[in-house]
């Protein structure tokens, strides 16, 4: 919560020395960290000599009502997560989990991607 990034490098070498998974919590760090707010390994990319590649992260969790004032969050990994994260998610909506926020959380993820519309908007402006 303080804007700690983890030391990346330390962590691609032990993962691969052990081939551990590596989940990344990005909680507080989705829109607020790195120039396009994508995040830790973003930042860590652009303050470090040595990038590192998109593979180190297997999956990505993240709550979106910090970054985009809603509710819920959201999961991203490598395909080979899929079916766990859809049995999870299949499981949560069967105990009654609302996704009405879903489609609200798309639309504000594709106006952030899209710099002209939040110029439009005197948006970049405000926060600049």
Not at 14 to 21: A, E, P
Not at 24 to 29: F, P, Q
Request: glycine residues 8%.
């Amino acid at each position: 919560m303080d804007g700690t990034v983890p030391p990346l490098n330390e962590l691609s070498y032990l993962k691969s020395r052990y081939g551990f998974t590596l989940l990344v919590d990005e909680a507080h760090s989705i829109l607020s960290l790195g120039s396009t707010g994508h995040g830790c390994l973003e930042l860590w990319n652009e303050t470090h000599d040595t990038p590192m590649h998109d593979e180190l992260i297997d999956i990505r969790t993240a709550t979106l009502s910090k970054s985009l004032a809603s509710v819920g969050g959201l999961v991203c990994g490598k395909i080979r997560f899929q079916a766990a994260i859809l049995a999870k998610r299949d499981e949560l909506l069967k105990q009654g989990t609302d996704p009405l926020s879903t489609a609200t959380m798309i639309q504000c993820l594709h106006i952030l991607n899209q710099p002209t519309i939040l110029q439009k908007f005197g948006v970049l402006s405000d926060l600049l």
